[in-house]
Every structure is written in C-alpha cells, then in structure tokens.
C-alpha cells in the first residue's frame, strides 16, 4: 500500500536549534519524495523534491531507500520556519501527503 | 498567471444544504486536484483529472460528494447534501501532467456546515 507516515504532529524547538521533521514512506515502485509548507494563512507551497537535491531556506532531504525515509533537516532552526510541513510521496500522477508536523520555532 | 483560484474563500451553510466549491487551474496545466484537509486526517486526496477526465476518484467518501470537470479552465467540487463531519478547507492543485515540478496549490475553501 502506498502511504507517508509523518509520527510528530508537532515539534517544538528553540531558535539556532538543529531540526530534523520525520518522514516514512511505503511504495512499491521507485519513489519520488517531496516536502510542502504551509506558512500561516497562506497556501500551501512547494518546499523541494528529492529528484532536485537541492536545499531551499536552508532545508536539505535524503532520500533513503533502505530505511524508506525522507527526513527535512535544516541545522539551525529560524522563527520564521515555524510551519505546517507536509511529506508527500508521488504514486502516478497524484500525491499523498502524510498528516502533516508543525514546526514551532521559538527564541 | 493569478495561480490556482478557488471559490469561495469561505462557506458557512447548514446541515443538508447543497455546496458548491470552485476551481480554476492555471492555464495550460492538464492535472487538477482535490484535497480535503482536516486536523485528524491531514491532507486527503479526494479525486483527480487529467485532461478533465476523472481518473480516481477512490478518495471521495461518499456518494454526497461529486466533482466535475466541464473545460479545462474549470472544475466544481459539489456536497449535496452537506453534513457537520464534511468541515473542513479543501484545496483544490493543478500540475502539467507527468511533471517533477510538483503542484500548484489554491487557498482553500474553509467548509464550515451547521
């Protein structure tokens, strides 16, 4: 079955502190792997994808295959990454996010 | 481009009552999504196009729920009739069909049914 586990639904750290917002995911095929955000009262927005290995406001994600996890990372955390992030999994030509963390980010 | 566009922003109706969500994709993208997000579920597919052809729609929870997709500027997500448990905001995506680039999002409609 294909699913994205997302365990935290919410993760509090203070300002300068690592972060590391987890990501699980269950697919036969090969996967490709993204992370949203949603900042507040705003829309939901890309953030990167695994494919680009690229790194956006300081976030970075590995795919793993072996452990089948995409974990968002960012070494020092800002208050204005506090946020709703999404782990999302492409299967054909749709998405399925997992339920979401919320990233407060506090001085 | 205005991006994604979805109406109303927000819609308050009582229990029974008829509603009707709208989207407008971006121009010249051939995929178009609905979310439904809520607190306990996140963000749930609900059902999806490709060149306006519904191509799963294993997401819509009930036979209450119905999407359509007329022309390719536009497409309707329709709740008849509505309960208090469809609460929710729902979102509605496009993408160029087989595209890495990810999705386009709309601000949601905020669902609130009485």
């Known amino acids: 079955a294909q699913r994205v586990t997302q365990p935290e639904k919410l993760l509090s750290v203070f300002k300068g502190a690592p972060v590391e917002l987890k990501c699980n995911y269950s697919?036969?095929?090969?996967?490709?792997l993204f992370w949203y955000v949603q900042y507040s009262r705003q829309r939901l927005q890309l953030l990167l994808r695994h494919i680009s290995r690229e790194s956006i406001k300081g976030f970075t994600a590995d795919l793993n295959k072996g452990e089948t996890s995409f974990h968002l990372k960012k070494p020092f955390a800002q208050e204005e990454d506090s946020a709703m992030y999404y782990c999302?999994?492409?299967?054909?030509?749709?998405?399925?996010f997992g339920k979401g963390t919320t990233l407060s980010v506090s001085s | 481009d205005a991006g994604v566009i979805q109406s109303p922003r927000h819609e308050v109706t009582e229990m029974g009552q008829e509603v009707t969500l709208r989207c407008k994709p971006i121009?010249?993208?051939?995929?178009l999504f609905w979310y439904r997000q809520t607190m306990m579920r996140g963000l749930e597919l609900l059902i999806y196009f490709n060149n306006n052809v519904p191509i799963d729609d294993s997401g819509m929870p009930e036979d209450r729920f119905s999407a359509k997709m007329p022309n390719a500027s536009f497409s309707t997500l329709k709740i008849q009739p509505s309960e208090p448990r469809d609460s929710a905001v729902y979102f509605c995506?496009?993408?160029?069909?087989?595209?890495?680039?990810?999705?386009?999002f709309g601000s949601g409609t905020r669902l609130t049914v009485v």
């Open positions: 697919y036969s095929g090969s996967p490709e």
């Open positions: 121009s010249g993208h051939n995929s």
């Open positions: 995506a496009s993408s160029l069909w087989d595209t890495p680039g990810g999705y386009t």
């Open positions: 999302a999994l492409r299967a054909g030509t749709a998405l399925i």
